[in-house]
C-alpha cells in the first residue's frame, strides 16, 4: 500500500513503523544512511536549475547564476539565494509565474516536467549542480535493504 508522509519525517515514519519503506527519489546522503538501512543505489539524479528558455543561453555555468532568485523544494539538495517551496511542481510555478528567477530541481523531474510538450514548455533546464544517487530506505535493522537490492540487481 503506498501512503503519502510529511517527506520531513521519514525516518520517524519508518521508526514508529507507519511505513515500512520510503522509496520515492530519495536522495542517498550520509544523514539518510545514518537515519535507516538503505538498498544499493538504483537510480542515478541530480539537481539542475530550471529558467525561462528564452534567457538560457546566459546561464551555462554555476558561476552565471549569480544574482538570480530561486525556487526550490524543502530539504533539496539545491542551494543559493532561494524561497523554499513544498514541491518541485510548485517551485516550476514559481519560474513560470516569474515570481522566482530559477528553480532547483531534480533532473529527472525537470526532464519530465519541462520543454515542448509539456506543461511548462516556455521552461528549460541548464546547469547541473549535483549527482545523486536515489536508493530505497528501511528501519534499522531491517534485513530489507539487502534483500531489496538483491531483487533489483536481478531484475535489472
Given at each position: 500500500e503506498f501512503l503519502e508522509i510529511n517527506w520531513d519525517n521519514k525516518a520517524l515514519e519508518?521508526?514508529?513503523?507507519?511505513?515500512?519503506?520510503?522509496?520515492?527519489?530519495m536522495t542517498l546522503t550520509d544523514?539518510?544512511?545514518?537515519?535507516?538501512?538503505?538498498?544499493?543505489?538504483?537510480?542515478?539524479?541530480g539537481?539542475?536549475?530550471v529558467l525561462s528558455a528564452d534567457v538560457a543561453d546566459q546561464y551555462q555555468t554555476a558561476e552565471s547564476l549569480s544574482g538570480l532568485s530561486f525556487a526550490?523544494?524543502?530539504?533539496?539538495a539545491g542551494g543559493l539565494d532561494y524561497v523554499a517551496m513544498d514541491t518541485q511542481a510548485k517551485a516550476l510555478m514559481e519560474v513560470a509565474s516569474g515570481t522566482s528567477d530559477a528553480a532547483i530541481i531534480d533532473l529527472l523531474m525537470?526532464?519530465?516536467?519541462?520543454?515542448?510538450?509539456?506543461?511548462?514548455?516556455?521552461?528549460t533546464y541548464t546547469v547541473q549542480l549535483s549527482s545523486?544517487?536515489?536508493?530505497?530506505?528501511?528501519?534499522?535493522?531491517?534485513d530489507l535493504a539487502e534483500a531489496f537490492s538483491s531483487f533489483w540487481k536481478e531484475a535489472y
Open positions: 519508518l521508526e514508529n513503523k507507519g511505513v515500512d519503506a520510503v522509496w520515492n527519489g544523514d539518510v544512511k545514518a537515519l535507516m538501512a538503505t538498498s544499493d543505489p538504483y537510480c542515478l539524479n539537481q539542475v536549475v526550490v523544494e524543502n530539504g533539496s525537470a526532464v519530465a516536467m519541462v520543454g515542448e510538450g509539456t506543461s511548462y514548455p516556455d521552461l545523486d544517487e536515489y536508493g530505497v530506505g528501511f528501519r534499522k535493522g531491517s
